[in-house]
């Protein structure tokens, strides 16, 4: 630990959280180089969906890189990224009737983010951008400026040209009137141009927008002539059960940030999926010298190839999204009614516990479980739970027990 201490910056995080020195990793568990086996239950911050090490697509990277294919490609053609294109259309484009094309960009859920609004204010020919409380899209300029903290505003209101409103989780007449005044209201001299969304919150608490909110952006933003952006960077590819976490509400955006779980064996990828007509991006305007990991796009197809033919997947993480809950609901109740809230959707879910040392005092009592969790939400109150898709239901009830305990002894003490 000393060696680390003494060089790495002290912008380091989750170390200070999980004080052990990681090995190797399997599926749901990491193994630290003292041989401490720890269930995670934060997968990577959502990278890690499809398990630690997922043996299927070991295999195919192993044989990707012992046959000399290719690894960084710029965004020139490549098979792989023939194949991921085709597996994309496949398996999750067509079948959900999205007629859009895909532009890869550099490795981060932020460059997504950055590309998005370029391309929106591009279209819209407005640079004005209305978000939401709690949302989170990233550490570039932009991306931070425009994630929103729990009272509204941007963190870290370097830009003027941001708006935020409440998030929504059941909609009623004044949210859609103060959307809709908003959406006709200039923000620093300029109407706004862009709409970005996370329809399923990850950092702002596990929390699911109101579906029928999500179809009003849709249809106001339609009248407004403002461009909908879709962040699925973390709830995509099925951490809430469909492969996107705004299926069925009808927010149908025009933009869709994907990243973090995409190349299924948490390699740098990331992508947003752009309506057709309205990818007016000219040739090399928006560039970056990472947009063709080839290893990530041969997993990529893999994991979609394996997991994504059919609804097996998205039907086993409602079921275990419901285990979850019901383990959450249970310690909730265990701890006086009233006193926490479960939130959530699929293996998307969170206990607010209400109060900041409260819930880092459980994470850490779920560490020395040999549980890893982590905390998220307005004044970081929520304990959050990102299980591998891929668990078994032994572990998985494991790792709700080993929860349990760390609720139940961190609440006794208070
Ligand atoms: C919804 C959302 N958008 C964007 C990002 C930024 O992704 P990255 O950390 O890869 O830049 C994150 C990261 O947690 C995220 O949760």
């Not at 630290?32 to 890690?48: M, N, S, W």
């Not at 079948?95 to 204010?121: F, S």
């Not at 862009?194 to 249809?219: H, K, M, N, S, W």
Request: net charge negative; glycine share 10%; proline share 3%.
């Amino acid at each position: 630990m000393d060696l680390f201490e003494a060089l790495e910056s002290n912008v380091r995080y989750y170390c200070r959280r999980w004080p052990a020195v990681f090995a190797s990793a399997h599926g749901a568990v990491i193994t630290a180089e003292d041989g401490t086996q720890y269930l995670d239950f934060f997968a990577g911050a959502g990278a890690l969906s499809y398990g630690h090490n997922n043996p299927v697509l070991v295999e195919v990277a192993i044989e990707h890189l012992r046959a000399g294919r290719l690894t960084h490609s710029l965004d020139t053609f490549t098979v792989e990224k023939r194949q991921f294109l085709e597996a994309m259309q496949r398996y999750v484009l067509a079948p959900r009737q999205l007629d859009m094309v895909v532009q890869t960009v550099g490795p981060t859920g932020a460059t997504a983010v950055e590309a998005a609004l370029q391309l929106a204010q591009k279209i819209s020919g407005r640079r004005a951008v209305l978000g939401f409380a709690g949302s989170y899209h990233g550490m570039t300029y932009r991306a931070s400026s425009i994630s929103a903290s729990m009272a509204g505003r941007a963190v870290s209101a370097h830009l003027k040209d941001f708006v935020a409103l409440p998030f929504v989780e059941h909609v009623t007449d004044a949210d859609l009137e103060l959307l809709e005044r908003t959406l006709h209201t200039p923000v620093d001299g300029e109407l706004i141009g862009a709409v970005i969304v996370e329809p399923t919150q990850g950092e702002g608490g596990a929390r699911a927008f109101d579906p029928l909110y999500l179809r009003a952006i849709r249809t106001l933003c339609d009248q407004a002539g403002v461009i909908v952006i879709a962040d699925e960077v973390q709830a995509g590819v099925g951490r809430t059960g469909p492969f996107f976490s705004f299926e069925g509400s009808g927010l149908d955006p025009d933009i869709v940030c994907v990243s973090k779980s995409i190349s299924g064996l948490g390699l740098p990828m990331a992508l947003n999926l752009i309506r057709r007509g309205l990818d007016t991006w000219g040739a090399g305007e928006f560039s970056g010298t990472f947009r063709g990991n080839n290893l990530a796009f041969a997993t990529s197809t893999r994991m979609l190839e394996t997991y994504w033919v059919d609804s097996t997947l998205e039907k086993q993480t409602e079921l275990n999204g419901r285990t979850v809950r019901n383990a959450l609901e249970t310690m909730a109740l265990g701890a006086g009614e009233g006193r926490f809230t479960v939130r959530g959707n699929g293996l998307l879910c969170g206990l607010d516990v209400g109060d900041t040392d409260l819930a880092a005092d459980i994470a850490a009592a779920a560490f020395e479980r040999q549980l890893i969790v982590e905390t998220c939400g307005a004044g970081d109150t929520t304990v959050k739970l990102l299980v591998p898709l891929t668990i078994d239901e032994t572990q998985l009830r494991d790792g709700l027990t080993r929860l349990a305990d760390a609720v139940a002894t961190t609440c006794s003490d208070r």
